[in-house]
């Protein structure tokens, strides 16, 4: 009884760890000093082989679940910036068109304008009339 006393109590610290899974998935770093301080603690003569083997799958299954929730985030961060980026091309597009349109609107203003100018500066040479007035 007493060897697993110790392997209980480690257990009972890994089992409230995992149980604020919802809240924060403890690092790496987190995991190892939760082992390193159960082993180094007054309980590690207690400890059996067996008890140790028991950790030690504890332990890689809880670096397993930190594993796996870290892919998790990465695989939802990757759709989120697939996201944004579609978005973005989006935009791209419409700021294109908005683009082309201003410039359609530029280039039929200086059509215009253009032939305003040739016609007020026909209209401004009157020895042009003169000399059409003069001809039979």
């Given at each position: 009884?007493?060897?697993?006393?110790?392997?209980?109590?480690?257990?009972?610290?890994?089992?409230?760890?995992?149980?604020?899974?919802?809240v924060?998935?403890?690092?790496?770093?987190?995991?190892?000093?939760?082992?390193?301080?159960?082993?180094?603690?007054?309980?590690?003569?207690?400890?059996?082989?067996?008890?140790?083997?028991?950790?030690?799958?504890?332990?890689?299954a809880?670096?397993?679940?930190?594993?796996?929730?870290?892919?998790q985030?990465?695989?939802?961060?990757?759709?989120?910036?697939?996201?944004?980026?579609?978005?973005?091309?989006?935009?791209?597009?419409?700021?294109?068109?908005?683009?082309?349109?201003?410039?359609?609107?530029?280039?039929?203003?200086?059509?215009?304008?253009?032939?305003?100018?040739?016609?007020?500066?026909?209209?401004?040479?009157?020895?042009?009339?003169?000399?059409?007035?003069?001809?039979?």
């Amino acid at each position: 009884m007493n060897e697993s006393k110790g392997l209980n109590d480690i257990e009972k610290n890994l089992l409230e760890d995992a149980s604020l899974e919802d809240v924060s998935v403890p690092s790496h770093a987190e995991l190892l000093e939760i082992v390193q301080s159960q082993l180094e603690g007054p309980n590690i003569e207690q400890l059996s082989v067996t008890d140790l083997v028991k950790l030690e799958k504890q332990f890689n299954a809880a670096l397993t679940q930190t594993r796996s929730r870290k892919t998790q985030l990465m695989l939802e961060s990757i759709m989120g910036l697939h996201e944004k980026e579609r978005m973005l091309r989006e935009e791209k597009k419409l700021l294109q068109r908005k683009i082309r349109a201003v410039q359609d609107t530029k280039d039929r203003t200086e059509v215009v304008l253009g032939l305003i100018k040739h016609s007020n500066n026909q209209l401004a040479h009157p020895l042009q009339l003169e000399t059409l007035s003069l001809l039979p």
